[in-house]
Structures are given as C-alpha cells and as structure tokens.
C-alpha cells in the first residue's frame, strides 16, 4: 500500500505541475499582451510628440523665412523619428503652431523655444523608458539622445550653448 500511496502523491505532484506550468503559460501570454499594448500607446504617443514638434518646426520657418535653411536638416530628423514611431506622415509642412505654442517674434527667442519644445520631448522619451519593451526602449533612448543634440545646436544658434 506504501508503493500506491507514493505513486498516488507522484502523479498528484506532476498533475500540480502540469497546472502550475499551464497557468504561468497563460500568466505569460497575458504579460506579453499587455506589454505589447503598452509599447503600441507608448508608440502612438512618441509619434504624437513628433508631430507636434513637426509643426512647432514648420511653424518657426514660416514665421521665420531665414532659419528655414538652418531648421531644415532638424526637421528632416524629427520627421524620420515621427515614422519610425509608426507616424504615417509623409512630411508635408503645416506651419500651424501647435496649441498654445505661438512661435515668438524675435528669431533669437524662437530658436529658444524650439530647443526648449525639443528637450522637453526628449526627457519625456526618457521618463517612458521605463515602461517600454526592449525593443521601443533603444528607440526611445536613441530618439531622446538626438533630441537633445537638437537643442543643443539650437542653442548654439542663438549663442547660448545648451
């Protein structure tokens, strides 16, 4: 009977097995959906804050004609991150400033919000890596980085470094 018993508690042992491993399967999948969905938002708005900046650049060029040239290869950069975050945009100008960001009249000034509207973005990137997938995280990060060059230089261009 000892020999029953033991089998008995063996086959009891694999059967809890067998529902341990089913279960953190299915605990995986859930993980892997969720994670999934927040890289796709994370994306969605990663793409929505190049787009904004999209505008803020196309919007200090028509309001400032001779900073378009200058502007020009920044922009260019920031159109690549909006369609490597999934922005379908084709680069088309809308020189419409973004709500309540009116592109300042002295060129200076606006240099300076343009470099400001692209360091608050790139920190944000920063803030979201923490929640992204490996993947999304090094595009953040790589993103972010470059942001930040951009307010650099935009700095520079009004004289004032970073």
């Known amino acids: 009977m000892r020999t029953g018993a033991a089998g008995l508690t063996g086959l009891g042992a694999v059967g809890a097995l067998a529902l341990t491993t089913g279960c953190s399967g299915g605990d995986r999948a859930e993980r892997e959906r969720r994670a999934a969905e927040r890289g796709a938002r994370l994306r969605r708005a990663a793409a929505a804050d190049s787009a904004v900046l999209l505008r ?80 999304l995280a090094r595009l953040l990060a790589s993103v972010a980085a470059s942001g930040e060059v951009h307010a650099f230089l935009l700095g520079e261009a009004t004289g004032g470094g970073a």
């Open 56 to 135: 803020r650049y196309d919007a200090t060029s028509a309001a400032h004609p001779d900073l378009a040239a200058r502007l020009a290869p920044l922009r260019a950069d920031v159109l690549r991150h909006a369609e490597a975050f999934g922005d379908g945009r084709r680069g088309g100008p809308d020189a419409s400033p973004p709500p309540g960001a009116e592109v300042p009249k002295e060129r200076a000034a606006a240099l300076a919000e343009l470099a400001g509207a692209e360091r608050r973005t790139a920190r944000e990137r920063m803030r979201a890596l923490a929640d992204a997938p490996p993947e």
